[in-house]
């Protein structure tokens, strides 16, 4: 079917809106009726069984990637070991027994992750995939291929295919925890809610588009941004940073805060914003000093958090944009929408062609 922009001027901003929409499709097809359950009942979706899983991916889907690591680590107490599809293929890893590989794709046709699930196959325990073009080359390919329902992407950068693979590689995750004894029924329960209020968090974010908006001006007029990140919250700097960098052209790097002190401090000036996403969690803290560290050498910071974070936060930031609270759990999902926003409202400000950013393609079949 032909797919127009619906009122929006670039399919990103309405690939955005669509996110609430689509992440509801996504939990009809994997909660059950009353939302209390995971209704993924494969046996090749079987975690008991396994030691060890191998995720593999490029680009965004490579940072969908790194989120789950934490998910699949801390609920399920399963090991992760999370690869850039061009460095596993050709590394030619030893798989262990027991161990699953699960490749994300958005189109299913990244020549480098086909070719590291060819890798796998006949090595690995099973093939396991998530893409968002059912008849791929990937989801023929694999054992079960789990499709992740955010209909057709235009805009080159990803944004509703990323948290539509992050929502189902969290509820993998939650059902790894329950097939492991690693959580009771009623923590498992508690934890689906937190996901099934997630399309209504992101209705509140998006409502504040206008805020973005106007931060993303000011950032416009950087030549260098930083993205700091801690825990389940670093994959988000790494992806915000890249979102940043593919669409407006701002030189970008994403840091895990706490490595700040190894390097990127020494760029730290008034010309250089930090962008920190960090809701008011265990390690919220930590991330204060961070800051305080970043703004003791002059450094502009806009904190994306929420009410708790701001209240905490020191009064020298610089900018602060609120995200409605939730669940540490599912924080990554609802935090990528900020990350879209100011990275698609900064293009916007600078002029460029935002759904076709120079020299980029939207899946890379080629090496
Ligand atoms: C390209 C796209 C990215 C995407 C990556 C992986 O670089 O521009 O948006 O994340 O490929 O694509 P895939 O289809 O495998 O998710």
Redesign the pocket.
């Known amino acids: 079917a032909r797919v127009d922009k619906a009122g929006h001027k670039h399919f990103m901003a309405k690939e955005i809106a669509e996110q609430p929409v689509v992440l509801g499709d996504a939990l009809r097809h994997y909660l059950s009726d009353d939302g209390r359950n995971i209704a993924l009942d494969d046996p090749k979706l079987d975690f008991a069984s396994l030691d060890r899983l191998t995720l593999v991916?490029?680009?965004?889907?490579y940072y969908a990637c790194l989120t789950a690591k934490y998910w699949f680590e801390q609920v399920a107490n399963l090991p992760v070991d999370v690869d850039i599809a061009s460095e596993f293929r050709y590394r030619e890893p030893p798989v262990p027994p027991r161990t699953a590989a699960l490749f994300?794709?958005?189109?299913?046709?990244?020549a480098d992750?086909l070719a590291a699930l060819r890798y796998c196959n006949g090595r690995a325990e099973r093939l396991l995939s998530i893409v968002n073009a059912n008849e791929s080359s990937i989801a023929r390919e694999s054992d079960l291929a789990l499709p992740i329902y955010a209909g057709t992407e235009i805009g080159?950068?990803?944004t509703k295919?990323f948290t539509c693979q992050l929502v189902v590689l969290l509820l993998l995750a939650l059902k790894a925890a329950r097939d492991r004894g690693a959580m009771t029924e009623d923590q498992l329960a508690d934890k689906l809610s937190a996901v099934r209020s997630l399309p209504a968090l992101m209705n509140l974010t998006l409502e504040r588009g206008e805020e973005f908006r106007r931060a993303s001006n000011h950032l416009a007029e950087a030549d260098h941004a930083l993205f700091l990140g801690r825990g389940m919250l670093y994959p988000l700097a790494l992806e915000g940073a890249l979102k940043l960098k593919e669409i407006s052209y701002i030189h970008a790097e994403g840091y895990a805060s706490g490595e700040l002190k190894h390097g990127p401090i020494a760029l730290i000036d008034q010309q250089m914003p930090v962008v920190v996403m960090a809701p008011r969690d265990a390690l919220f803290d930590k991330t204060v000093s961070n800051m305080q560290e970043v703004m003791a050498r002059g450094g502009k910071v806009l904190l994306v958090t929420d009410r708790g974070g701001a209240e905490e936060a020191d009064d020298g930031v610089w900018w602060q944009l609120i995200v409605p609270d939730c669940d540490p759990l599912v924080a990554p999902i609802l935090y990528a929408l900020p990350a879209q926003l100011l990275a698609y409202h900064t293009a916007v400000a600078k002029g460029t062609d935002v759904d076709q950013p120079r020299n980029?393609?939207?899946?890379?079949t080629v090496e």
Request: one cysteine or more; aromatic letters at 0%; a neutral charge.
């Open positions: 991916a490029c680009g965004t889907a994300v794709s958005q189109s299913g046709e990244t992750t080159v950068a990803s295919a980029l393609a939207k899946s890379v």
